[in-house]
Nanobody, 127 residues
Framework: QVQLVESGGGVVQAGGSLRLSCAAS????????MAWFRQAPGKEREFVAA????????KYADSVKGRFTISRDSAKNTVYLQMNSLKPEDTAVYYC????????????????????WGQGTQVTVSS
């Protein structure tokens, strides 16, 4: 069992930056593949970024590539999402998720491979 708690959301102007954090507890964090998804009002939840357990290779949605960076700190049981050059279309609730280590990177953009989800944190980007 894994518990995930996101933090770091808020309101920022376009072009600004935010760093989201996801604190994990309850299991061996370092074994899990981790990801961020987001959901805007009236839209499906969509993949943002993923990082594999070991090695820590990463994958990004095209819409955030070059602007967002996912990272993990196993000593702190935390995964981060550094978001730069934010745009109004990045406004959404951002969710942290954990998937078992068996999944290869090609599957990590799919919602249905994730067993655990956080409660979400709101990010609002004003124009």
């Amino acid at each position: 069992q894994v518990q995930l708690v996101e933090s770091g959301g808020g309101v920022v102007q376009a072009g600004g930056s935010l760093r989201l954090s996801c604190a994990a507890s309850g299991a061996t964090f370092s074994r899990y593949n981790m990801a961020w998804f987001r959901q805007a009002p009236g839209k499906e939840r969509e993949f943002v970024a993923a990082i594999r357990a070991n090695p820590g290779i990463t994958k990004y949605a095209d819409s955030v590539k070059g602007r967002f960076t996912i990272s993990r700190d196993s000593a702190k049981n935390t995964v981060y999402l550094q978001m730069n050059s934010l745009k109004p279309e990045d406004t959404a609730v951002y969710y942290c998720a954990a998937a078992p280590p068996a999944y290869e990177m090609e599957y990590l953009s799919r919602r249905n491979v994730y067993s655990y989800w956080g409660q979400g944190t709101q990010v609002t980007v004003s124009s």
